[in-house]
C-alpha cells in the first residue's frame, strides 16, 4: 500500500469517528434540551451551538428536527448509540432463555423501569408536542407502533411456550404488556405517586402474572 492510499484510508477512518463523535454530542445536548425547552421551545441552531457543531452538520446527520428527535429517543432507549436491536441485547436474551415463565416476566420487569425511566421524560415531552405539531405527532405514533411489536414479540413468546393462561390471546397478553410497561404508567406511578424504581417492578411483574399466566 502506498502512502497516497494509506493517508485517504487513514482520513475516511478520522472523518467516521469525528462523524460518529459529532452525532453522539448532538443527540447528547439535544435529550437535554428537549427536555428542559420541550420540544417547540428547542431549535437546531441552540442544538447546534451547545455541541459545537454547524446547523448543517446537524440537518446532514438527521434531516430535520423529527428526524433528530427520534434519533435521541432511539440512543436513549438503549442507553448507547451501538448499532444492537433491543431484541439481541443481553438483557431481553437472558428474558427469553429463561424456562420459568413467572420468573421470565420478572426478569423483564426488573429492566423496564431502567428503561422507562431514562426514556419517561422524553416521552413527556413527545406527548406534549404530538398535540400541536404534526412531526412529533408522527415520531409519537411511530414509537407506539415499534413498543407494541417488542410487546407482541414477547406476547407471541409466552404463547409459543403454553404459558398464556386459557382465554387469553396473544393480542390481550401485548395490549397488557404494552400498558403496564409504558411511559404513561410510569408517569402516574413514580412520577406523580412518589413510587421508586423497585415498587415500579413489582406492579409490572405481578400485574402481568396474574393476568397472562
Same mark, same amino acid.
Given at each position: 500500500?502506498?502512502?497516497?492510499?494509506?493517508? #485517504?484510508?487513514? +482520513?475516511?477512518?478520522?472523518?467516521?469517528?469525528? !462523524? #460518529? @463523535?459529532?452525532? *453522539?454530542?448532538?443527540?447528547?445536548?439535544?435529550?437535554?434540551?428537549?427536555? @428542559? &425547552?420541550?420540544?417547540?421551545?428547542?431549535?437546531?441552531? *441552540? $442544538? =447546534?451551538?451547545?455541541?459545537?457543531?454547524?446547523?448543517?452538520?446537524?440537518?446532514?446527520?438527521?434531516?430535520?428536527?423529527?428526524?433528530?428527535?427520534? !434519533?435521541?429517543? +432511539?440512543?436513549?432507549?438503549?442507553? /448507547?448509540?451501538?448499532?444492537?436491536?433491543? &431484541?439481541? #441485547?443481553?438483557?431481553?436474551?437472558?428474558?427469553?432463555?429463561?424456562? /420459568?415463565?413467572?420468573?421470565?416476566?420478572?426478569?423483564? =420487569?426488573?429492566?423496564?423501569?431502567?428503561?422507562?425511566? @431514562?426514556?419517561?421524560?422524553?416521552?413527556?415531552?413527545?406527548?406534549?408536542?404530538?398535540?400541536? /405539531?404534526?412531526?412529533? !405527532?408522527?415520531?409519537?405514533?411511530? $414509537?407506539?407502533?415499534? #413498543?407494541?411489536?417488542?410487546?407482541?414479540?414477547?406476547?407471541?413468546?409466552?404463547?409459543?411456550?403454553?404459558?398464556?393462561?386459557?382465554?387469553?390471546?396473544?393480542?390481550?397478553?401485548?395490549?397488557?404488556?404494552?400498558?403496564?410497561?409504558?411511559?404513561?404508567?410510569? /408517569?402516574?406511578?413514580?412520577?406523580? @405517586?412518589?413510587?421508586?424504581?423497585?415498587?415500579?417492578?413489582?406492579?409490572? !411483574?405481578?400485574? *402481568?402474572? *396474574?393476568?397472562?399466566?
Amino acid at each position: 500500500m502506498n502512502s497516497e492510499v494509506k493517508k #485517504r484510508s487513514y +482520513d475516511s477512518s478520522g472523518r467516521q469517528e469525528q !462523524a #460518529r @463523535r459529532n452525532r *453522539a454530542r448532538i443527540i447528547d445536548v439535544a435529550l437535554t434540551l428537549f427536555v @428542559r &425547552d420541550g420540544y417547540a421551545g428547542t431549535t437546531i441552531p *441552540a $442544538i =447546534a451551538g451547545e455541541a459545537g457543531v454547524s446547523v448543517e452538520t446537524v440537518y446532514k446527520s438527521f434531516g430535520n428536527k423529527a428526524g433528530l428527535l427520534k !434519533a435521541v429517543w +432511539d440512543v436513549t432507549l438503549v442507553g /448507547d448509540d451501538e448499532p444492537i436491536p433491543m &431484541d439481541e #441485547r443481553e438483557e431481553v436474551r437472558s428474558v427469553m432463555a429463561e424456562p /420459568d415463565p413467572k420468573r421470565k416476566i420478572e426478569l423483564y =420487569a426488573y429492566f423496564v423501569p431502567m428503561i422507562v425511566g @431514562r426514556v419517561g421524560p422524553l416521552a413527556l415531552v413527545i406527548r406534549e408536542a404530538a398535540s400541536g /405539531d404534526p412531526s412529533a !405527532a408522527a415520531i409519537e405514533t411511530q $414509537i407506539e407502533e415499534e #413498543r407494541l411489536t417488542g410487546m407482541r414479540m414477547f406476547a407471541q413468546h409466552l404463547h409459543d411456550g403454553g404459558h398464556l393462561r386459557s382465554g387469553v390471546a396473544v393480542d390481550m397478553a401485548c395490549d397488557v404488556l404494552w400498558t403496564v410497561t409504558s411511559p404513561a404508567m410510569w /408517569d402516574l406511578l413514580v412520577l406523580q @405517586r412518589g413510587w421508586d424504581a423497585e415498587s415500579f417492578s413489582r406492579f409490572i !411483574a405481578d400485574s *402481568a402474572i *396474574a393476568v397472562l399466566l
